[in-house]
């Protein structure tokens, strides 16, 4: 069969995509392209033979490219992924989707009139701790779902935001809860449904940006859960990202690939609560890497994410993150700011 051709747009974050689409064994890494000349000499040392752009119409017109991962500035990713699209190739398409929500179901308006798949990149979802969790939450183990707590605390220098994009509402759409934190905000959603309504506040703390390096949310779900979702960028040196679920029968806590605690009052047969704890603690409490050693069939972060784009075209399916999981991802940002900005409680239809 033959292999699909992959290009990557934007060699920041593209480099990983550039680097799962080399690894895959159903694809063919044909091209990257990039205004910055180091950044492709880099990419030329690293793959021998590529294809090397400076002109994303020059890559379009290439018919061996069947898929391009879009991994510009934020506020450019619609123009380019659409443009994309309707020049008949697929697309995989950086967080967050677009700056606005209007923009990012742009995306998912040519994937309807084109045909051509789009998926979006919310590769944590696939660290491997998540997969029992989703399980757990689907098959009702932890009762009623009633509280999250969900807490992403970084750390970036003011070296980060020098010269860049980053920081600023027209190329950024926002801080620490826009850039750093989308990705939890996703697997918030993923676990406890949709969102009701939000009540934050926000602010500039320790970085000369437009945007902010903190924000504090408090989440209510239209199945009554509550959820407290904390984004920073101000906490040295680093520390956490926090994803905590409570419910009537039974509580998880995990911090990124990390599992921490595992408590439920109806164990798995044969065992007690304590039991089934320590086997996975056991499994998934040292990372991605360890647990990869119990399961290595299984790929993770953006591998994950590249490799089922390439086996969604391959197959002629969807990937599994469509265009509209992160537009709402970015429906309840805009919610999110807007409270701060206004000091008032956002209801979401």
Known sequence: MKKIGYAVLGLGIGMAHAEAAAASEHAELIAVCDIDEKRLEKAATL??????????????????????????PSAMHADFAVRAMEAGKHVLVEKPLDITYERAMLIEETRKKTGKKAGVVFQNRYNLNMYPIKTAVEDGRLGKLVLGTFAVKWYRDQRYYDNNWHGTWAMDGGGSLMNQAIHTVDLMLWFMGEPASVTSTMGIYNHDIETEDLTASLVKFKNGATATFVSTTCAYPGISTEIMLYGTNGSIEADADTLKTWKMREPLADMDEDDEEEMMLARYGKGNREAAKLEPDKLYGHRHVVEDMILAVRDDRDPEVLPTTGADCVKLIGAIYESAKTGKTVTLE
């Not at 590529?50 to 002109?55: E, G, M, N, P, Q």
Request: glycine share 4%.
């Open 47 to 72: 793959y021998e033979g590529i294809t090397l752009y400076r002109d994303f119409e020059e890559l379009l017109k290439d018919a061996r490219v069947d898929i391009i991962s879009v991994c510009l």
